[in-house]
């Protein structure tokens, strides 16, 4: 076990990229310890053997399309006339429109990469500073994981044997307090730093509106078709990627074939890298599993308390700190053999638990040093990353008093999704 380990993570601190590093310490675990050789392929293979990752590839395409057909620039200018007039307003569009997004793409790269580009270039030309600008952007792109649908949650709903119509319905009230939070501080933030704000223009409203509602009703169409039961979560990327084409072609006329093919080769790779990850993890799992090692972690953590607040603390603390280092794909595949049994073991409602452990590995996705929204948003915006780790310190503040809240008030997760969805 001790070679296993020593791989993984000198393999992790040389830069090999975190999918290699893992399946690599994975194998080099199973000839180690003088597991058949099939075991490296079957459990690699059974990993992702779920028609509930199908909806993966699919969601990720749906939020390409969206970006590629100029669909996130109509959502901007909605979410810019609805939200400009408070102090700040760009600030609180761009949090809005992440909002919005997240109904569509379920990733928060997705956000920060394609409706990011707009929010920053549209901030700083109407002077706000960089900082500020990359850091908001940053911040409201994980919401798109926790807002249905979201990838992690279908991996986590894929893992755990978890309703996945529930988990997006339970992430609906943690997104939008997310926003509701995130928007206050930049509040705040505009009062104390005097940036500018547009004046209410109704009728602009109403213009864009008309022009972008076949952008924004598509949350709508996929949380409608969950609670009526008109389709599946997998059914659900199908409609989200036949709905952007159909709008981006037909309608804004936006989306040519050289574009079209090259949003399938994007969105290729990053669904084989997520999936790939997804195998590679399950590897890693069964060794950890074989060799007693989930069972000593969680026995760690039972043996701090058995009190649910306290076990749930921890758990809390553990994957923040994982988040700012990995994947989540690859930290849930990783970590839920070892914390199920916990969350059993107290207990725990497996829709709740799901929102905390997702809403655990986006805030680590924005927090210094390796945050991987960070590099994303510093790539797109030309900024040092130093300079964006002192301005998305704030921005962690609201993030990190909704993670709390939605730990501790379950009620806030679980009263959407067992209300219209049977459990």
């Not at 380990?5 to 000839?31: E, K, M, N, T």
């Not at 200018?77 to 760009?90: C, T």
């Not at 209410?200 to 022009?211: E, G, S």
């Not at 948003?377 to 921005?395: M, Q």
Request: proline content about 5%; aromatic content about 10%.
């Amino acid at each position: 076990m001790l070679a296993f380990f020593i791989s993984f993570v000198i393999l992790l601190l040389i830069g090999v990229p975190i999918s290699i590093s893992i399946g690599s310490s994975a194998i080099i675990g199973c000839l180690w310890l003088g597991y058949p050789l099939m075991v490296i392929g079957q459990k690699m293979i059974s990993g992702i053997d779920s028609f509930l990752l199908i909806a993966i590839p699919l969601f990720v395409l749906a939020g390409n399309l969206m970006n590629a057909g100029k669909i996130t620039e109509k959502i901007f200018n909605f979410a810019k006339e609805l939200v400009g007039w408070i102090p700040g307003g760009l600030g609180h569009a761009n949090i809005v429109a992440s909002v919005i997004f997240a109904g569509m793409s379920g990733s928060a790269a997705a956000d920060a990469g394609g409706l990011g580009t707009i929010e920053m270039e549209a901030m700083t030309s109407n002077g706000y500073d960089a900082e500020f600008s990359a850091a908001v952007t940053a911040a409201s792109s994980v919401i798109g994981p926790i807002f249905p649908p979201s990838i992690p949650l279908i991996i986590y709903g894929s893992i755990a044997s978890v309703s996945v119509s529930q988990l997006f319905m339970g992430g609906v009230f943690p997104g939008l307090i997310m926003g509701l939070a995130l928007m206050i501080l930049v509040y705040i933030m505009a009062l104390r730093r005097g940036y500018p704000k547009d004046r209410f223009n109704p009728r602009a409203l109403v213009k864009q509106f008309f022009a972008s509602v076949l952008s924004i009703i598509t949350p709508l169409i996929i949380l409608s078709g969950f609670t009526l039961g008109w389709f599946t979560p997998t059914e659900a990327s199908s409609v989200a990627v036949g709905y952007a084409l159909l709008i981006a072609v037909f309608v804004y006329h936006t989306l040519d074939w050289k574009t079209f093919k090259t949003c399938l080769l994007e969105s290729a790779l990053t669904s084989a890298n997520t999936l790939f990850i997804i195998g590679a993890s399950t590897l890693f799992s069964y060794v950890l599993i074989k060799e007693g090692v989930s069972v000593t972690i969680a026995g760690f953590i039972l043996g701090i308390s058995a009190n649910p607040t306290v076990s749930l603390l921890v758990i809390n603390i553990l994957l923040l700190i994982l988040g700012m280092f990995m994947e989540p794909g690859a930290i849930l595949t990783l970590m839920l053999p070892v914390l199920l049994p916990i969350a059993h073991g107290l207990n725990l409602d497996m829709v709740h638990f799901g929102i905390v452990i997702v809403l655990n590995l986006m805030i680590g996705q924005v927090t210094p040093p390796f945050g991987v929204c960070l590099f994303i948003v510093s790539d797109v915006a030309k900024l040092e990353l130093n300079k964006l780790y002192r301005s998305i310190l704030p921005f962690l503040i609201p993030l990190i008093i909704v993670l709390f809240l939605c730990t501790y008030a379950s009620g806030i997760v679980t009263w959407l999704p067992y209300r219209f969805i049977a459990k």
